[in-house]
Each structure stands twice: as C-alpha cells, then as structure tokens.
C-alpha cells in the first residue's frame, strides 16, 4: 500500500489509473478506523479496480467547542487496519496540503445542511461539503463509499456530487454494529464500558419504532413520541433530535405515505460523547380489503 | 467542430483527450461572442491541443431586476465565430442540463466576492463561482482562459481553482477594445452610437490616472479623486465606483507601495446599460537621488 500526501500526486495517480481504464474508487475518512470504515474499504476494493483512503480531521467540520484538537488519531493503526481492507492508496494530506490558502472559499448545499443535525451543528455539513468536493477534486474517483451511518450526510454529499457536476457515483454501505447494537464510531473511544453498554438503547428504540411503523402507524408525531419515550428510559442521555423523516429528502410530512421509505434519526450526547444513529423502515401498503373491493362493485 | 449538448458526453469527450497526452483548453462564455472572446479562444488553441467554449447564459449570476432575459442570444453568429477562432468543441447546455436539481447547492469564495463589484452584485460573484466549478467538473480542463476585463471575476476564479484544488491553471488574457478605447462587451449592443461615442470616457480616465500615478502619486484617495474627476467630465454616466486597489487582492491601503501593482477599476452605467472597465499600473520606484547618497557618505 502506497501512502501519498501532496493533493498533485494523487491526482496523477487517479489519471494514470484511469486512462489504463480502471475504475478508482475512495473512502474518505476522519481516520482512527474501525469496522466500519475497514467494510467501506472492502466494499470499494470488491467494486472498484483500485481503492484510496482518505485520512484527513477536517477542521472546518468543526465548531470551535468541538473535539477538533481531542479527536482520535492513530496513524500506525489505521495504516494497519487499511493495508489490511485491501486499500491501494492512503492519502494522508496535511492542514497546509488541503487548505493552503486558507478556509475562506466554501460549499453549501442549502435547506438540507441545516436541518435536523445541521441545526444543532451549523456549520458541520458545508464544512463536509466542502472538504468532500476538495478531495473529490484531489482523488477524482469514479465511486465514493459513504457510511449509512452519517445519515444526512449521505444526502449531502450525494446532492454535492449530483448539483456540482462531479460525476462521482455515491455508494452508502450499512452501519457496522458493536455485538450489542451500538453503531461503530470513533468518538465510542470517548465513552466508559458502562456508557457503552447503556448506549444499546439507541439501536433497541430504532428497532422498536421500526415495528410500530411497520404495524401501521404512519403518523409522523406519533412515530416521534414513541421513540422519544423509548429514549427516555436511559436515565442521562441528553436527546438533541428524535425523528422520522422521508429518506430522500428529510420532509417531514403529517402522515408518512404508504408504501414510502422513512427514516429514524437520532442525535444525542451521553455524559459527554455524541452520538447519532438511524435505521431505514419501509411504510407499509396496507392490505386491500377483498370484502370492500366487492362492495364497491369493482 | 463539435457541438456537445450533455455533461456527462463533455467529461467522457475531456478524459479520452487526457488520456491521450492532450491538454485540454476551456474558455467559458455567456455567447454573443466578440473579439474579445475570440482572442481567448485563439490563445487557448496556441496554448492546448483541443479547446472547449462554452456558451451558456448563467441564471445564477443576474439578480431578478438584471438582464438575464434580455441578455443577447445568437447560436448561428456564436458557431460561426468559435469555429473561425480555431475551437474544437462547443459546449452548449440547457439550464436543465447544468442546474438538474436546482439551484440550492452553491459556491462561495468568501469576502473578495462581496466587495467593489460585490457590493452592486451581491450574487453575482457567488453565481460565477458557482458554475464555474460545474463547467470545470464537466469540462476538465488543463488550462481555462479568462478575460482581464472582469478582472475581479478573474481573482473571484483563480480563488476558487487554488482553494478548491480544481488544479486548473487560469489564463488571463488582455482586454480587446475598439478603436475609441472602449472594452468589448456583449452589453454593448444596448448603447446606442452617441452612447458608444461618449462611453470612450472610461478608458481615457484609466489612461491618464495611470500617467498620474506613473508621475509618482501613491495616496489612495488622490488617485481616486483623480479618477472620478475624469469620469465626471461626462453628463450622464453614473458612477458606480472608479477606484484603484491592489492588483493582488484588491485590498485598499492608505498609500501603495512602491513596485506593487495598482488595478484601476470602474464600474459605472451609461443609460441603461451597466459598463466595467480597468486598467493595471506599476507603481514607480521613487529615482534614488545621486547627491543624498554623496551626502550620506555611502
């Protein structure tokens, strides 16, 4: 595995690749890699002819009373767990390598970034955006693998792809869960063995709240009060959001369509870590009602 | 020569060229070309194997009280004229084709975008930015050639190719005028001959506020009192701004250095059309005087 750090080489690199007609795909990540980055690396190797990762801590993604300076980083570690997933390229830019003439040029994708996640974190999604379509122009992949579990972000990073033009077809891969539910993140490093196992109660409420929907609730501020109620069993855990949304654009409608696809969404910090997490429900069409069809004379 | 209609055809169009050692030339236009337009595709087909023009009317850059449907239209006159200026392909996209989700996503390049002109265009710079990177992601290009006469436009995408690592080198070329001085604008056609004949007034005051600076003025205000008092010699002509500021970053100090450069700008409107103008200027090192120096003992 080669490690590259100026933005130029990588560039050459993705060109030769692609003018020997492979097809280049990319991880970006923050670094400290878990399971969860290491099934985005091997989906990419699985799909794409060669596979670069992306180890860069974005400071514009951060608010200043952010983990920025805290957040983990371990470079032996992630060259390990990489070179392991089959990565071809590690891509390890410094500040000055991706941001050399400072922070001021930026992208937003509108409405989406400042709903939801957005609105407890401003600044989060136009600072991805912008990192995203920087690397994006430093890696020139045909594909990008992107974690089910940074939800909105998914969405942001495909209208940023689909909007500017960049052509670079988006794959969002499935969350990667501890033995007892909790999604994979970095920031988990942040929490006690007793957090962790009292964290579970995320993924339990998601699922419970699946099965309310899929006994036929479709009415958003009801879908929302049962797993708020859920969350609330775990005395401590601070709530920033709870929700159902449509999964292709986040609306929030009164009533959910039938036969629609939601999603739950929640964000929420535990002694001092946040988490978020989300799971996919398909709304379902009720059953039609052979006794009303002929009734109606049809 | 070509005519590509489809983003996806311009990229795969672009890569095979690339691929094939070629460098790839783009000048991006809003058509009705003239001379001046031609003179950058001239110089993008000196300078690179295969030239791109775009033609494309951008929605996103005209505020709702500007031109952008009376703005002048003419595909047979434009095909003719890139076709004689030694172009390779024609880019012509719908609104449909470059803005297919509509207009939420966009790019800015910070505090140079919203002074100077930014203050009468508070969109415009933004709105350049903008679908500057989306021709630049269909277009890949090596080298874009652009205009000095939007000289602020000209910083507005040097920014945006260097802090968004879009690794295209930007060319600026000269401004073409007609034989009375006046800059080549496609919003020339709105002024009538009269118009036209007084509009000559802008050039002038460039040239002589540049001999005024060349006699050794370096205070701020007094060139740009000098530059005003020109440009009031016609009736009429509404001053937007006349200033001079630092060809570099348009930064305004007190007094210019000497051996910096100084960028004279106007941007001012004759009847009803809106006219730019500028003009760059070496400040002179002051003559190191013979006689101090013998007093000094050096």
């Not at 596979?51 to 390990?80: C, M």
């Not at 495909?158 to 670079?168: A, N, Q």
């Given at each position: 595995?080669?490690v590259?750090?100026?933005?130029s080489?990588l ?12 097809v ?21 190797s699985?799909?794409?002819d ?5 180890l ?6 951060f ?23 089959d ?27 400042y ?49 500017m033009?960049?052509?670079v ?10 033995t ?16 962790k196992d ?6 339990k409420s ?71 997490d ?6 379902p ?14």
């Amino acid at each position: 595995m080669k490690v590259i750090r100026s933005v130029s080489e990588l560039r050459q690199y993705s060109i030769e690749q692609q003018s020997n007609g492979r097809v280049v795909g990319f991880v970006p990540t923050m670094g400290y890699l878990h399971e969860g980055h290491t099934s985005l690396i091997t989906r990419a190797s699985v799909e794409c002819d060669v596979v670069i990762t992306s180890l860069f801590v974005n400071p514009t993604q951060f608010a200043p009373h952010e983990d920025f300076d805290s957040y983990p980083r371990d470079f032996e570690h992630d060259y390990n767990l990489a070179k392991k997933a089959d990565c071809d390229v590690l891509f390890v830019p410094s500040r000055e390598e991706m941001y050399p003439y400072g922070e001021s040029t930026s992208l937003s994708v509108g409405d989406l970034a400042y709903k939801i996640e957005g609105k407890f974190r401003p600044h989060f999604f136009d600072g991805v955006a912008t990192v995203v379509a920087k690397l994006f122009n430093a890696a020139l992949p045909n594909k990008a693998f992107f974690g089910q579990k940074d939800y909105q972000q998914s969405l942001v990073v495909k209208s940023l792809s689909r909007d500017m033009l960049m052509g670079v077809e988006i794959v969002v891969c499935p969350i990667v869960r501890e033995t007892n539910g909790l999604a994979m993140s970095s920031r988990n490093k942040y929490l006690t063995d007793e957090q962790k196992d009292n964290a579970k109660i995320l993924f339990k409420s998601l699922v419970a709240t699946k099965e309310y929907i899929e006994s036929g609730i479709r009415n958003r501020k009801k879908i929302n009060a049962y797993l708020h109620d859920m969350l609330r069993r775990l005395d401590g855990l601070k709530i920033d959001y709870a929700i159902a949304a449509d999964s292709n654009n986040l609306d929030e409608p009164n009533d959910f369509e039938e036969g629609s696809q939601v999603v739950l969404l929640i964000g929420a910090v535990l002694g001092k870590t946040r988490l978020i997490d989300n799971l996919l429900v398909k709304v379902p069409i009720e059953k039609f009602n052979e006794d009303d069809r002929f009734e109606e004379g049809l």
